[in-house]
Nanobody, 116 residues
Framework: QVQLVESGGGLVQAGGSLRLSCAVS????????MGWYRQAPGKQREWVAG???????NYADSVKGRFTISRDNAKNTVYLQMNSLKPEDTAVYYC??????????WGQGTQVIVSS
């Protein structure tokens, strides 16, 4: 079974940067569509960014131009580079692994707090 472990969150000032990592075990990520989601306090989980097995990326409008998703298949890891962070980016960030319409169980997430 695929397991996802997110890391790299923390406290950062507005305008700063963070790089999140998602280490995947239990299966090679080569065939998976990978993504990042986030959930702010009192809000529903929302999609942030995705990357296909072929490396095509797409982003939510709220993060386009500031966040970059990438994958290292050799390391079985997915990254989210977050630049120009805003207080509204504060949330718990989760990665996802999808294949054939089925999603792997969520990991524990990593907390990002952006202070103004």
């Amino acid at each position: 079974q695929v397991q996802l472990v997110e890391s790299g969150g923390g406290l950062v000032q507005a305008g700063g940067s963070l790089r999140l990592s998602c280490a995947v075990s239990g299966s090679s990520i080569t065939i998976y569509r990978m993504g990042w989601y986030r959930q702010a306090p009192g809000k529903q989980r929302e999609w942030v960014a995705g990357i296909t097995s072929g490396g095509m990326t797409n982003y939510a409008d709220s993060v386009k131009g500031r966040f970059t998703i990438s994958r290292d298949n050799a390391k079985n890891t997915v990254y989210l580079q977050m630049n120009s962070l805003k207080p509204e980016d504060t949330a718990v960030y989760y990665c996802s692994a999808e294949f054939g319409g089925r999603y792997s169980p969520w990991g524990q997430g990593t907390q990002v707090i952006v202070s103004s």
